[in-house]
């Protein structure tokens, strides 16, 4: 197992915790909590070693593409794709967002 942490610039926090997805073959967990406001703060607890560089690609365009609530997220993860990492990220987003 590998951990890695990231921190991209956020908005204003997000509402409310939300959770996304299961950890199991070819899937992830994300967990999200509001942040402090500015800052998207990822903890990452991933089975494939030696992918920071490729994470740090995937994120920072993510991040990169428009404002995003300010969160604490924890992805726990076992072997995702980047298309799954992208879709779970928008639904813990989404579900916080939610009234």
């Not at 956020?10 to 800052?39: C, I, K, Q, T």
């Not at 992918?51 to 300010?70: D, E, H, I, K, V």
């Not at 799954?84 to 990220?89: M, P």
Request: overall charge negative; aromatic content about 8%; cysteine-free.
């Amino acid at each position: 197992m590998e951990k890695l942490e990231f921190q991209f610039d956020g908005g204003a926090p997000a509402s409310r915790r939300a959770h996304a997805g299961v950890v199991g073959s070819g899937d992830l967990e994300v967990l999200l909590a509001p942040g402090a406001s500015g800052r998207i703060e990822v903890d990452i607890t991933t089975s494939v070693q030696g992918m920071a560089a490729t994470w740090q690609a995937q994120l920072a365009r993510l991040f990169g593409s428009r404002t995003w609530p300010a969160a604490r997220i924890v992805i726990n993860d076992f072997g995702a794709t980047p298309a799954v990492v992208g879709l779970r990220l928008e639904q813990a987003f989404e579900t916080a967002a939610q009234a």
